[in-house]
């Protein structure tokens, strides 16, 4: 049977998308045939789907549709459950649940929302529910503004119930506690239930997680967005009623408050864009104005003439009733919303015993690396022994929303290059969440390390004629200054092309970088992450026709990069014959190249000539290379010439859906990497981490 989790909350509100998206993430590192399930949600208004399935299947998209990711609607169960049909709404759960149970190797549940007027008759049906899933059962409890006493009461209630209905339960959760309370909330539920083996962790209320935005106070108070359209997604983190003066109340402000004050009071308008605006008073959230008054014409025209002001919400209601509606707004995690996303990954995983979650749940063995562990592994890698990088690209808004997760998320150090004005406008324009205080902006014009930059490139490459002037041209270039960044070791590394062409970001490291003092070329491999594998494709960006010891030094290089990042390298050079079965100049080639490089490297293994087919299929492989420890089972593949490597790594990626990281380049002394012009904010996260890990 499928392995399950069923997520049981005992009150509303207690993060159970938190606790889905962790759960979902640390299995996906081990199968990629995960299934996410909700047996009852609500009826959609308005068209709009159920916000946690919409979170889940679009973050990780999930290969199931809406339809099949629930049991039944509400409505559907009112008009059951008045023919007094439970037996029914079983079997119509249950189904649902076995057609999405075919193709995963774990299913994560959501208990129901469904509230019935008698509280019992809803706790016996999710009972109900998840035993005839299988499920076993993960309690969530919600500790905010909560004692130890009261949570741990709470907790033992529900944990009885469940036991006395004979569920099995894989361990107690407990979200949103206060942070002083943490460790003795841990222990004493150790006290509690020392004898029944579960899991117990204790997550810390998260102010960032539990915060609105701006958009949703919008939405929830159907306000009226007068200014700072880019700017909807600030974080609210408090309230501030400012009915007083001015210079009263510029002292109560703080950090992402959100100022709510009638809208003909011109001097806290004026007062609060002005605090906002200078380094001595905090960045704050927006403005909400109230009351059935328009804004006054003068200081409509005022604001109209910032070049990016705050966020104004407009209201009809007056003000008091307005902060109490305020009281009511909350926060959910969103489909798109990256920030709180990958917010919630983390602290999941670092709040929640993930060894012990893991041992509890059934073992998954999958073969090989999946993409979701693979991709783990880079950003763990990358922050164990952090590392600074350039990006030159200062000004690409892909990029910057690339650094304001890399920077939240601590995984590296970051060097923009641009106009710091030109880069603070694409974050305000884009609504990026990104402090520039906390970021290295280099224009490398007004740069002190022009002068030092230029002497440098005139002395690398006054031998091919290169003068003074031109170097200096040369270096205000971002590309040429990035990379002599990394050779002087004022950074470890550059990451560049998603304006750039390759060319632009290869030559200067070719020019002043070069290879290593073992290697005679750079070349390139993609890491090809597959639904349930990640092999490595080599060389598909650089070389057009290697010789056969280029390709041999090809082979070696990607095999040392596959292991760098946890591949274990099986390696197959291809060709259009396998083993001896073929003759010509192509196929010579091939061959010469797997002697070189099991000459040079014969702690390796290598197979070539051997054609696709009988590199990744055991069936063909025993047919054509029968005694081969690489026929069937090769991780990285080596191509003839870049014509036939460019053309399938695109056909591979482009027909199964793969991601393809990469171009990563090889044989450099040190990492510079290329970017695809059409990357995404995850190719440009996993190429900086990649990079990282290059320099070490």
């Known amino acids: ?98 057609k999405l149970e075919k193709n995963c190797d774990f299913i994560v549940c959501e208990n129901s929302d469904y509230v019935a007027e008698n509280a019992a008759f809803a706790f016996d049906l999710n009972v109900a529910i998840a035993k005839n899933l299988g499920c076993s059962f993960l309690i969530l409890g919600n500790g905010h503004q909560k004692s130890i006493e009261d949570i741990s009461i709470s907790l033992k209630i529900v944990a009885d119930a469940y036991r006395e209905k004979h569920c099995k339960i894989l361990g107690i959760i407990v979200n949103k506690v206060a942070l002083n309370d943490v460790k003795a909330l841990e222990d004493s539920l150790q ?20 915060s609105p935005r701006v958009r949703e106070i919008a939405e929830q108070l159907k306000a009226q967005v007068l200014y700072g359209h880019n700017r909807l997604d600030n974080l609210v983190f408090n309230y501030l009623v400012a009915a007083m003066q001015m210079q009263h109340a510029i002292t109560h402000l703080d950090d992402n408050y ?19 605006q200078s380094t001595n008073y905090p ?72 060894p012990k979650l893991e041992q509890l749940i059934n073992d998954i063995e999958v073969d090989g690396i999946t993409p979701k562990l693979f ?9 164990s022994k952090k590392r600074h990088l350039v990006l030159p690209e200062g000004k690409d808004p892909r990029i910057l929303q690339a650094v304001a997760i890399l920077t939240s998320r601590d995984i590296v150090n970051i060097t923009l290059l641009g106009e710091k004005a030109r880069i603070e406008q694409t974050i305000q324009n884009n609504g990026i969440q990104l402090d520039l205080n906390n970021l290295n902006i280099i224009n490398p014009v007004e740069s002190p390390y022009l002068e030092d930059y230029t002497q440098t490139l005139y ?14 041209d040369m270096m205000i270039d971002v590309s040429y200054f990035g990379t002599m960044m990394v050779y002087k070791g004022d950074a470890d590394g550059m990451v560049s092309g998603a304006i750039h062409t390759t060319g632009h970001t290869i030559r200067p490291a070719l020019q002043i970088i070069k290879t290593k003092p073992d290697y005679k070329l750079v070349s390139s491999v993609f890491f090809m992450c597959l639904p349930d594998k990640v092999l490595v494709y080599g060389d598909c960006a650089i070389n057009p026709n290697p010789t056969a010891e280029q390709l041999a030094e090809i082979a070696i290089v990607s095999a040392e990069t596959a292991e ?77 010439d870049l014509n036939t490597g460019n053309n399938t790594y695109k056909a591979v990626q482009r027909e199964t859906g793969a991601i393809a990281i990469g171009p990563i380049l090889q044989g450099l002394k040190k990492p510079v990497n290329d970017l695809s012009r059409g990357c995404t904010v995850e190719d440009i996260i996993n190429t900086v981490a990649i990079t990282a890990i290059q320099s070490n």
């Open 191 to 210: 006290k509690i239930y020392t004898d029944n083996h579960y899991l117990f962790s204790v997550i810390p209320y998260d102010k960032k997680l539990d």
């Open 375 to 383: 991709t783990y592994n880079l950003i763990q890698q990358a922050k």
């Open 283 to 354: 960045n704050l959230a927006g403005i909400l104005l109230t009351t059935e008054c328009q804004l006054e014409s003068s200081i409509d025209r005022l604001i109209g003439g910032l070049a990016d002001p705050l966020p104004i919400l407009w209201v009809d209601t007056y003000t008091y009733p307005t902060a109490s509606r305020l009281q009511t707004v909350y926060s959910s995690l969103k489909a798109g919303d990256l920030e709180k996303i990958n917010w919630s990954i983390e602290i999941f995983d670092e709040s929640v015993n993930l």
């Open 564 to 640: 760098t990042f946890g591949i274990i390298p099986k390696v197959a050079l291809l060709s259009y014959s396998s083993g001896e079965s073929g003759k010509g100049e192509d196929v010579e080639k091939v061959k010469q190249a797997t002697i070189i490089a099991k000459k040079r490297r014969p702690d390796l293994l290598f197979e070539g000539p051997i054609q696709y087919d009988a590199a990744v299929d055991m069936t063909v492989a025993a047919q054509k290379i029968p005694d081969s420890k690489v026929a069937g089972q090769a991780t990285v593949f080596i191509f003839p």
């Open 1 to 98: 049977m499928t392995n399950s989790l069923y997520i049981s909350t005992i009150e509303p509100r207690s993060g159970k998308s938190l606790i889905a998206l962790g759960i979902i993430e640390l299995i996906l590192r081990k199968t990629t045939k995960v299934g996410f399930f909700r047996p009852i949600i609500q009826d959609p208004i308005d068209d709009q789907p159920d916000k946690h399935i919409d979170l889940i299947l679009s973050h990780f998209k999930l290969p199931q549709t809406y339809h099949d990711s629930f049991g039944l609607l509400y409505s559907e169960v009112n008009n059951l459950m008045g023919q007094e049909k439970l037996d029914e709404i079983l079997d119509k759960i249950i189904t649902k649940y076995k």
């Open 459 to 472: 002395d690398l490459r006054k031998h091919k004629g290169l003068t003074l002037e031109s170097a200096k």
């Open 258 to 276: 959100l100022v709510v004050t009638p809208s003909d009071r011109g001097d806290v308008i004026i007062g609060t864009l002005q605090a906002h």
